[in-house]
């Protein structure tokens, strides 16, 4: 079965602790991206990555980190700078970057603060 | 940047009838807009795209128009039913960064039975 696949579902995070979200996908597809989406909200763009090793930030990178040493793989760090991390995270995919490109989205991480 | 507007903020229907949403985007150089549909606590799914070289298309009760002299697209579902219930997004790319899409801020449609 090709797709997303994002883990956990669910993630608690204690004050002062960094969390890290999984992301990988099996479309042979070379950009990745991740979004939040907060309730009654539309999405919005935290990192994008059109190849390995290479990545930018979006509109809300603050708070947030990124890696892309596989290109299956683009995991998502929330950091304790991130003050206002409870969201919805998701990550998409597209075959090459670019808008004209169609992004498949995972099941999305719900996040938590304790 | 490119801006996208999308309108209603939410949609009640009743079972059978037609709903209509309406995006608005502001950058002319644009020429892919997808629509999308999520489930409660569930990730986006794409249900149709339309490219600027054609004005509509349809997929089954789902159709998507264009007019790019006006800049906006919009959704039509036709007949309704109870599953169509679900948050729609429209997008638009933007070209000034070539690998983003900027998503208008949603419509929840509810059908009503």
């Known amino acids: 079965d090709g797709g997303i696949t994002q883990s956990p579902k669910y993630l608690f995070r204690k004050e002062g602790q960094n969390v890290t979200l999984s992301c990988e996908q099996n479309l042979n597809h070379d950009a990745m991206y991740w979004y939040r989406q907060d309730p009654g909200q539309g999405l919005r763009l935290i990192y994008y990555?059109?190849?390995?090793?290479?990545?930018q930030k979006g509109d809300i990178a603050e708070g947030y980190s990124v890696s892309r040493e596989k290109k299956e793989s683009f995991p998502l760090t929330v950091t304790s700078a991130q003050k206002n991390p409870t969201a919805f995270y998701l990550c998409?995919?597209?075959?090459?970057?670019?808008?004209?490109?169609?992004?498949?989205f995972g099941p999305g991480t719900r996040l938590l603060v304790l | 940047g490119e801006n996208v507007e999308q309108h209603p903020s939410t949609l009640s229907v009743q079972e059978g009838d037609s709903a209509v949403i309406k995006c608005t985007y502001s950058d002319s150089a644009s020429n892919y807009f997808p629509w999308y549909k999520q489930e409660l606590g569930k990730g986006p799914q794409l249900i149709i795209d339309?490219?600027?070289?054609?004005g509509e298309k349809k997929d089954q009760r789902i159709a998507v128009t264009l007019n790019k002299t006006a800049k906006h697209f919009s959704l039509h579902i036709t007949e309704t039913q109870p599953e169509d219930s679900a948050v729609y997004f429209c997008?638009?790319?933007?070209?000034?960064?070539?690998?983003?899409?900027?998503f208008g801020s949603g419509t929840r449609l509810s059908i009503r039975p």
């Open positions: 997008a638009a790319p933007e070209y000034s960064s070539a690998s983003k899409i900027i």
């Open positions: 998409a995919s597209s075959s090459i970057a670019g808008g004209q490109e169609t992004q498949y």
């Open positions: 339309i490219r600027s070289n054609v």
């Open positions: 990555s059109q190849i390995v090793n290479d990545f």
